[in-house]
Nanobody, 123 residues
Framework: QGQLVESGGGLVQAGDSLRLSCAAS????????VGWFRQAAGKERELVAA????????YYEDSVKGRFTISRDNAKNTVFLQMKSLRPRDTAAYYC????????????????WGQGTQVTVSS
């Protein structure tokens, strides 16, 4: 059974950087697209970045463009989310999710989910 495990969250100040990692096991990782979602308190979960299975196609939500970078290392079954110039509005629980073949904006279409990692940005 496939499993995703996120790490790298924490409490930082506005303007700081963090790198989140999503380590996969139990699935043919190179055939799965991966999305990073976030859910702030009282809000719906949203897709912030996604990457295709081979890594050639990326998506970024408008508010993170130019600040977040998604990447993957299929040899290590890991996807990363580099976050720079963090803002208090980036505070949320961040989840990685895997979907066969291509990414989607819709969380219901993902097959595997991690447990989430909290990112808190203080002003």
């Amino acid at each position: 059974q496939g499993q995703l495990v996120e790490s790298g969250g924490g409490l930082v100040q506005a303007g700081d950087s963090l790198r989140l990692s999503c380590a996969a096991s139990g699935l043919t990782f190179s055939t799965y697209a991966v999305g990073w979602f976030r859910q702030a308190a009282g809000k719906e979960r949203e897709l912030v970045a996604a990457i295709s299975s081979a890594g050639g196609d990326e998506y970024y939500e408008d508010s993170v463009k130019g600040r977040f970078t998604i990447s993957r290392d299929n040899a290590k079954n890991t996807v990363f989310l580099q976050m720079k110039s963090l803002r208090p509005r980036d505070t949320a629980a961040y989840y990685c999710a895997a979907r066969s073949r291509y990414w989607s904006h819709y969380d219901a279409q993902y097959h595997y989910w991690g447990q989430g990692t909290q990112v808190t940005v203080s002003s």
